[in-house]
Nanobody
Framework: QVQLVESGGGLVQAGGSLRLSCAASGRAFSSYSMGWFRQAPGKEREFVAAIMRNDGSTYYADSVKGRFSISGDNAKNTVYLQMNSLKPEDTAVYYC????????????????WGQGTQVTVSS
């Protein structure tokens, strides 16, 4: 079992920044690749970013590329999502998740999920 707890969400003006954290605990956390997803009201959950366990490769949705950055601290069992130049359309609940699959972009591939943290960007 892997437990994930997100933090760092909040209300920010357009153009601002936030850093989300995802603290992980449980067995063999280092065996998992980590992803961030988001879900806005009335919309499906969508992929945001992922970092792979084997080589640290990172992947981003086109909508956040160049603005968001995912990173991990293995010593702290924590994954971060640095979000810059935020836009109102980034407003959503953000979830971190863990997977052993290479299909980092598909939420069906993830085995464990956090409870989510709300990010609201005002215009």
């Amino acid at each position: 079992q892997v437990q994930l707890v997100e933090s760092g969400g909040g209300l920010v003006q357009a153009g601002g920044s936030l850093r989300l954290s995802c603290a992980a605990s449980g067995r063999a956390f280092s065996s998992y690749s980590m992803g961030w997803f988001r879900q806005a009201p009335g919309k499906e959950r969508e992929f945001v970013a992922a970092i792979m366990r084997n080589d640290g490769s990172t992947y981003y949705a086109d909508s956040v590329k160049g603005r968001f950055s995912i990173s991990g601290d293995n010593a702290k069992n924590t994954v971060y999502l640095q979000m810059n130049s935020l836009k109102p359309e980034d407003t959503a609940v953000y979830y971190c998740a863990a997977t052993m699959s290479r299909m980092y972009y598909s939420y069906n591939s993830y085995d464990y999920w956090g409870q989510g943290t709300q990010v609201t960007v005002s215009s």
